[in-house]
């Protein structure tokens, strides 16, 4: 699989909550030493790491592929403490698809729907989404044709960055971005947008999100795909 990149503290928060082992490219020293005093396991290719090869078709950063089965195989079992979301009951996924009655007086609000979101991170830096079919995927990849992440669920989550505080090789400040706390979120399911709150206390807990009335919301089971934006910054125009 493929392309993978080079490591970042943002991930610590990223893999901690269900004992992830994270798997790059290269990085940061300090980065490194971060990740591995957390209690993670790295995979690095800068370090020894087995099962890396370049795809001839790329170039640098975007040729680093790697065989999951060579990983897996010097790989230690790690416990998981428990579900990465609140996920979706089999039960309640079945009654939110039966018809709601309507022999209310008002009837609720229709949801906001979206086919072709753009997660906009920079003027520059951009990811657009297309629903295709009942699947999420991103037109504007690296990968290979029929070859990208399709998701049952997006989700963006807007948070603050901060300097690492440390610099790349081109002696650029490195940001990190802070996933806990609080913040806003956009939840693409279906071609419906339901605007929400993520919270995770810290490192370690799960991400939990709740509606403008403060009720949970769950997350349907499947494939799922992180998109974490600068909070104050980035755009989503739904489409």
């Known amino acids: 699989v493929g392309h993978v ?16 082992q ?17 209690g993670t396991t790295v995979f690095s290719e800068d ?63 229709a949801p906001k729907t979206s086919t072709g979101p753009t997660v906009r991170f920079s003027p520059g830096t951009y990811t657009d989404w297309a629903l295709t079919g009942d699947k999420w995927k991103r037109t504007n990849t690296h990968a290979t044709a029929g ?5 049952d669920t997006m989700i963006v989550m807007f948070c603050k960055i901060v300097d690492a505080g440390y610099t790349d090789v081109a002696k650029n400040p490195v940001p990190e971005t802070v996933i806990r706390g609080s913040g806003r979120a956009m939840i693409f399911n279906g071609n419906t947008v339901t605007e929400a709150t993520w919270t995770k206390a810290d490192t370690q807990s ?34």
Do not use: C, M
């Not at 990149?5 to 992830?20: H, K, L, Q």
């Not at 798997?23 to 940061?28: C, F, N, P």
């Not at 070859?147 to 998701?151: L, W």
């Open 5 to 20: 990149r080079s490591r970042r503290t943002t991930d610590i928060g990223i893999a901690a909550p269900v004992g992830g």
């Open 22 to 38: 994270i798997i790059a490219s290269g990085g940061a020293s300090r980065a490194y030493n971060a990740i591995k005093r957390a």
């Open 47 to 109: 370090h020894g790491a087995p099962g890396f090869s370049s795809d001839p078709s790329k170039s640098r950063p975007y040729n680093r592929l790697i065989n999951l089965k060579t990983v897996a195989s010097k790989a230690k079992a790690t416990p998981i403490a428990g579900p990465y979301f609140t996920w979706t009951p089999a039960d309640a996924a079945k009654k939110k698809s039966e018809p709601a009655p309507t022999d209310s007086a008002t009837p609720p609000p």
């Open 147 to 151: 070859g990208d992440f399709a998701a």
């Open 206 to 239: 799960t991400i939990s999100f709740a509606g403008a009335d403060g009720q949970p919301i769950t997350i349907d089971p499947g494939h799922v795909f992180l998109e974490l934006a600068p909070h104050g910054n980035a755009t989503v125009p739904p489409r």
